[in-house]
């Protein structure tokens, strides 16, 4: 390419030219098109359906209902409700167990020893596991007859328990698998952060006379915060649309008493078992607005904190 | 875990503060270490290590609580899955969406990367972001519909575009993130050597990006061939992947257990594989912006 710009001017130096001086949209507009057309479009596509009363075939004739959908869904306490509340219980539980446990683990693998290779490859296994799988993993271990879950409980004198198939301990259950799964994640997020630390701060406070614990609490993790809210945020997001692990451990709806239902599994369920299209849009809208709210708490904390 | 906090602080009690110059941490710390240590280790390898041994055994021998751990190994299951329920047409699908899913996202997502990345574009990096945020099912009613007009539904080409609804954002997040680490003076120079702009970029930026590429390329591989949501809905009978073959697997009336956990084998072996030998990218990659702030 550059041997023809030195040379005699032709179409292709023009077109280099020209290439050039707007290589800036060049390079963003294929990836800005694919997201306009396959998200933009079907987004807004969404909204709309949020208005209607679309059922059975999305091709089928609906009507512009306003805002009775809308109305409906926020007064729906059989099912939105307590599936806004799962997701909220699912999310904040697991994320907090995620966090202390990831911290205490970073903690750990923080200064260098031997076999460091291996233990990093150990809990890099369960975040690259595909989570269908890991679901049905799961589903054997936790089965009440013949897992090895009950086994254990077994021997140590504890009466089986229903684990994946009980009304109220299938969704702290799957708060486990998802623990079990995502905790690498933190670790790995938080052990960037820690690296990435100088030591003076935490030499200082040693040299006063600071023990670990209290080094920990107002030195390391102070410096952290930055870290933990990004961890917070990336492993929030993924963790209040679980729907893989949810959907292969207990099907459609969550389950015979929607016990496990949180809005992503509701949602889906609305839009591809019952063709409800207009209400699944609603659930969806609303969703969605509930994470950029989330998020916008958290970022902008992060703003003010900072400021 | 509420362990660590009595043993962290009982670790400071025998250093003398002052006239310990380096740091040496007691026996008793040193000793709690490898213990938490192989704990966690086994936390998280112990579940693993129980799929792939129910994996090697009879369905009897599943059913069998005294044969936990003692029972002779054998291939049946993997023979009825692989043979029998075909899945290795399932795993070519799922290797096939997830290299081209890569690789479109590559094509069109490093050159964004950069563009927002140099010309701080951050209302458009932001636009590309958002999909991050958007819950798949939002997508998917739209999608069906659209695609189904366009008789794509159970093709290749609607898994391969909706994968890369996945791949796109971490590729450009990732990339962002590497291009912004990467000084702008070897460019510079390219272009006082007179090269162009594009050709700079071509020529030696992004051959000085290869890790910053095998790292998004690698994730989003891994990203394509997990995901299980998208396949649900848009995958036909011959173009499934190997999530949605896994789950298709328990829709009977019993599950067969053993050929359960060795499909489940078959899809997290591949990926377990490319993710030892890639760990450091792996591992760069997930924590990109971790320490931005």
């Given amino acids: ?307 | 875990m509420t362990t660590t906090l009595p043993t962290r602080s009982a670790a400071k009690t025998p250093t003398p503060v002052a006239s310990a110059p380096r740091r040496r941490k007691p026996r008793a710390y040193k000793t709690f270490r490898v213990v938490a240590l192989t704990l966690t280790v086994l936390l998280f390898i112990a579940p693993l290590a129980w799929m792939l041994i129910a994996s090697l055994k009879s369905n009897v021998d599943i059913f069998d609580a005294s044969k936990t751990l003692f029972f002779t190994p054998t291939l049946d299951n993997y023979d009825n899955v692989l043979s029998r329920n075909n899945y290795l047409i399932f795993i070519f699908n799922s290797f096939w969406v997830a290299l081209l899913s890569t690789l479109f996202s590559l094509l069109i997502g490093v050159p964004a990367a950069y563009a927002m990345s140099r010309f701080a574009m951050h209302r458009s990096a932001l636009v590309v972001l958002m999909a991050r945020i958007i819950p798949g099912v939002s997508l998917l009613v739209p999608w069906y519909f659209i695609f189904a007009n366009m008789r794509m539904v159970g093709g290749f080409g609607v898994l391969i575009l909706s994968h890369m609804f996945v791949a796109l954002p971490l590729i450009v997040y990732i990339m962002i993130s590497y291009f912004d680490s990467t000084p702008l003076e070897l460019e510079e120079q390219a272009q006082v050597d007179g090269l162009t702009h594009i050709g700079a970029f071509l020529r030696i930026t992004l051959p000085l990006s290869v890790p910053g590429l095998a790292t998004a390329g690698i994730l989003s591989f891994i990203f394509s061939w997990n995901n299980f949501m998208f396949a649900l809905v848009l995958s036909g009978a011959n173009t499934k992947t190997l999530p949605v073959a896994i789950f298709n697997f328990v829709s009977y009336a019993s599950i067969d257990w053993g050929s359960l956990m060795a499909a489940a084998v078959v899809v997290t072996v591949p990926i377990m594989v490319i993710a030892l030998f890639t760990q450091k990218y792996i591992v760069s990659g997930l924590t990109a912006g971790a320490t931005k702030g």
């Fill in chain 1, 1 to 307: 390419m550059t041997t023809m710009v030195t040379t005699k001017p032709s179409m292709w130096t023009n077109y280099s030219t020209w290439a050039n001086r707007y290589r800036k949209w060049l390079f963003a507009a294929p990836a800005m098109i694919f997201v306009g057309l396959l998200i933009a479009v079907p987004l807004g596509w969404t909204l709309y359906l949020s208005v209607t009363d679309s059922e059975g075939s999305v091709r089928a004739a609906s009507n512009l209902v306003g805002l009775s959908n809308y109305f409906e869904v926020l007064t729906d306490t059989d099912r939105f409700w307590p599936a806004v509340m799962r997701t909220f219980v699912f999310t904040g539980g697991a994320l907090a167990v995620e966090l202390v446990l990831g911290m205490c683990i970073a903690l750990l693998l923080w200064r260098p020893f031997r076999g460091e290779k291996w233990v990093r490859v150990a809990i890099l296994l369960p975040l690259v596991a595909t989570p269908v799988a890991v679901g049905m993993m799961w589903r054997l271990i936790f089965d009440p007859n013949i897992g090895f879950a009950n086994q254990v409980l077994s021997w140590i004198g504890i009466p089986a328990q229903p684990w994946l198939s009980g009304q109220y301990t299938a969704l702290p259950t799957l708060m486990f698998v998802d623990i079990w799964q995502w905790t690498p994640m933190v670790v790995l997020m938080l052990l960037a952060g820690l690296t990435s630390l100088s030591d003076e701060p935490d030499e200082a406070a040693r040299i006063d006379g600071a023990n670990s614990w209290q080094r920990f609490w107002f030195v390391t993790l102070p410096l952290m915060r930055a870290t933990v809210i990004v961890t917070v945020v990336l492993r929030g997001i993924d963790a209040l649309k679980t729907f893989d692990i949810l959907y292969a451990t207990k099907g459609k709806g969550g389950g015979s008493f929607h016990e496990v239902e949180t809005l992503n599994i509701y949602a889906f369920g609305l839009s591809f078992d019952y063709n409800d299209y207009g209400i699944a849009s609603t659930v969806l809208v609303l969703f969605f607005l509930l994470i950029i709210a989330i998020m916008w708490v958290l970022t902008y904390r992060r703003k003010a904190n900072r400021s």
